[in-house]
């Protein structure tokens, strides 16, 4: 039976993708930073392979799922989102926008680890966003 993927999107093996779309009905794919020099900021690695891989799956027709985590101060300008539905617009495939939350900060505490603090976005600013994708 097909299985759903999350997928971070460092595969680097491309013999991989053919087996991947047959083999799963959906793939549920983050988008944390389209720019570039924002993911390996705060992500710590390159989006290149991220999205060159998103690509591959999209123009095999699979069912992806697109997930954006808004991080106030990160990822949350206009020009941001504009960039990623331009990226995905060909495609069209269903975008959710999601709030950042800190229900994980405690984890990095646990850990010894320094976490940098972001606010919630607002409601208003979660509309605005959302409103670019809706706009196609």
Known sequence: APASALLSGILT???MF????VSCHLFLYDI??????????????SN?????NLRKLLERKANVSIKIP?????NDSIEEMK?????????????????????????YN???????????PSKEKMEELN????HE
């Not at 944390?32 to 690695?45: D, L, P, R, T």
């Not at 646990?110 to 919630?120: E, N, S, V």
Request: hydrophobic share 45%.
């Open 110 to 120: 646990a850990l010894g680890m320094d976490m940098t603090p972001f606010d919630i």
């Open 83 to 107: 960039s990623i539905r331009c990226f995905l617009a060909p495609h069209k495939p269903n975008v959710e926008l999601l709030p950042y939350h800190k229900m994980g900060e405690h984890k």
């Open 48 to 52: 290149e392979l991220i999205l060159n």
């Open 13 to 15: 093996k491309t013999g």
């Open 32 to 45: 944390k930073a389209f720019n570039n020099n924002v993911h390996k900021e705060f992500v710590g690695v």
């Open 131 to 134: 409103a670019i994708f809706q």
């Open 70 to 74: 808004v991080i106030p101060t990160v």
């Open 18 to 21: 053919g087996i991947l779309v």
